[in-house]
């Protein structure tokens, strides 16, 4: 870079002198320019006048992420796990590459395992694996899936060997009590196995001889009656339903970032700081959402609002997805930002 520098005042040195008079200025704003930008030539500071040359990722999305994340780990241990699972899913969906979804995936993965959800426990756990082969839960992962596996196993004998027990299509009408309680095993297999239709035929035939049988906590996680008596399985696609449903718009791919802008020349030459919150809104409900707005809000490594703005998405379809991009430009020192949310409204 130096040879570089040289070799154009070389060249400027062996002009005539009435040229260099005229080089003298612009040699002048050259050298102030690669003093401050350290290797660019005035030519290149001309290409970057505008521009954003010094853009640099933040980490306060994930510092968020990694917030809810505790929080969820939080109410895995004390056993809440329907709540867990919105939670995890969540920071999954917005922001799927990030290294805290990958630990989303492991704790999303014992979730469903104590929910005894074993073929989705599964999935997560390969997952978790697949982007952290070397993870610090790692190890934990590989000892669930063997687990899984063995259990897996062993419902497939358990349950061929009830099905040969119990030859009826579901439980009769005069069932006596030891066998409906076989008949209840072998449906709990089956839904731990992923087998939710077999599995559902048999409990709605159980309630309809034990009614008092609704009352069971695994079978009220399962199924749920309706008052006109319609049975629905409460399987792992139902609940994802039911969940975009009751919040469906979802960020999507939230991130930050700061930049600077250089303007002016000479001593009048300035740098603007600017700090940028950029995502997508994804309507995954089944109806039209209108008015979709994003209120991001910025905050000090503490508590102290710095600045909130709002961004109108419009009207999203179902299925639809729209960026949105906010930037926040009256900041004494981008250095001050510690951390934002991000809130979306729509009107059904």
Known sequence: MSMRTNSRLAAASACPAPVQRALGPILGVGLMVLGMAGCLTPLDMLKTIGKNPDSTHIRSANSEMAKDLAVAQRLVDSADYSQAVTRLQNIISNSPDSPVATDAYYFLGITFHHSEGYPDAQRCFEEYLARAPKGRNAK??????????????????????????????????????????????????????????????????????????????????????????????????????????????????????????YRGWGSSMTKDDFYHVTGKVLNRGETTLNQVEVLVTIYTFGSLVLDTKTVPVGRLNPGETRPFSIRFTELDTISNVGRYECVVSYVQ
């Open 140 to 261: 934990s992962s590989k000892e669930y899936l063997a687990g899984l596996a063995d259990l897996r196993t062993q419902n497939e004998t358990a349950i061929a060997q009830l099905k040969t027990r119990l030859t009826d299509g579901a439980p009769p009408e005069n069932v006596p009590a030891a066998q409906l309680d076989e008949w209840t095993r072998l449906a709990n297999l089956l839904w731990q196995n992923g087998h939710f239709e077999d599995a559902g035929a048999i409990y709605k035939r159980i309630i309809a001889l034990r009614p008092e049988f609704a009352k069971d906590e695994k079978f009220r996680a399962r199924v749920e009656i309706r008052p006109d008596g319609q049975f629905v399985l409460l399987t792992p696609q139902e609940i994802e339903r039911r969940m975009a449903a009751s919040h469906p718009a979802q960020l999507v791919g939230v991130d930050s970032f700061s930049s600077k802008r």
